[in-house]
């Protein structure tokens, strides 16, 4: 699911500790934006401490790292590629090259038993809005493209307006067109003011409605009303009902082929997870 993905500051040990029992379909522990420089390598220590404890989380972990051209990325992957992290979110991102070269980095990190680890490009500024399908297409591990808006009106010098989205409406719309055709999902950026929660609904809905799966987040107050708004569609119910009867009896009996194909393309544990949470969502 992809409805929520929560920043937590990868500093502070009490957020990390708290994100235990927030119901955000991805928490991701920050290393960029809300981590000062200083404490850089500190946080990182927070969150591979936090990482050799994945079973105390009961949702997707991600890590955002500090952008490609920060010279930092490369000491944040070392620190967080490890068993239990889901994901990495990337910050920034301009081209298909840096993608590469990050994957790359990935591969050399993380055991070859292992599941290969997701990623997710930010979609931050204007290169990276103009390139932002070859972004998505780069890699078979891609599997969801961010749109950060205040990064972009920053690198096109415009100020931000919630009562006018003239200055980043073309990049918002652009980016979930290009994820889908790449055949991946898309989530929108934050909402920043975390007391008005009407605002926050609107601002989702209007997401939504672009093609967008989820909003990203940065309080627990907003995880319940965005949920409300990034509601499961009955195409993905009819989608989730298909996987789970095609492998039920394989995940839950150990009986029968673990990965089938369904509609012309494999399906496996990963697809029959995320199925039952778009049931249980639509249930909800």
């Given at each position: ?6 920043f ?17 379909d ?48 490369a ?6 590629v ?23 980095q990935?591969?050399l990190?993380e ?44 690198d096109?010098?415009l ?7 003239a ?8 980016v ?10 898309s ?18 809905t209007?997401?939504?409605r672009?093609?967008?799966s ?34 039920g009896?394989a995940m ?15 399906i ?17």
């Amino acid at each position: 699911m992809f409805r929520s993905l929560i920043f937590v500051p990868g500093n502070s040990t009490r957020f990390v500790e708290k994100a235990k029992t927030l119901a955000a379909d991805i928490i991701c522990f920050d290393l960029e934006d809300s981590v000062p420089v200083n404490e850089k390598a500190s946080a990182r220590k927070i969150i591979a401490d936090a990482l050799s404890r994945r079973q105390d989380y009961g949702s997707s972990v991600y890590v955002r790292t500090n952008s490609p051209e920060s010279g930092l990325a490369a000491d944040d992957l070392k620190a967080a590629v490890r068993d239990g992290l889901d994901g990495v979110v990337i910050p920034k991102v301009n081209d298909k090259r840096e993608i590469v070269e990050i994957v790359k980095q990935v591969s050399l990190l993380e055991r070859p038993t292992a599941p290969s680890l997701l990623i997710m490009p930010s979609i931050e500024t204007a290169k990276g809005v103009v390139n932002a399908y070859e972004i998505a297409s780069a890699d078979d591990r891609i599997n969801c493209l961010v749109f950060g808006v205040f990064d972009y009106l920053h690198d096109m010098k415009l100020d931000y307006d919630e009562e006018d989205d003239a200055g980043y409406s073309y990049a918002r719309a652009k980016v979930p067109v290009d994820a889908r055709a790449a055949g991946i999902e898309s989530i929108d950026a934050i909402w920043q003011k975390i007391d008005d929660l009407d605002g926050l609904a609107r601002d989702a809905t209007k997401a939504r409605r672009l093609g967008y799966s989820g909003k990203c987040i940065i309080h627990p107050s907003q995880i319940e009303p965005v949920h409300g708004v990034f509601r499961p569609s009955s195409n993905q119910v009819e989608w989730a009902r298909k996987v789970v009867a095609a492998l039920g009896d394989a995940m839950e009996k150990g009986s029968g082929r673990g990965a089938v194909s369904l509609e012309g393309r494999m399906i496996d544990a990963v697809h029959y997870k995320q199925a039952r949470a778009i049931l249980e969502a639509a249930r909800e």
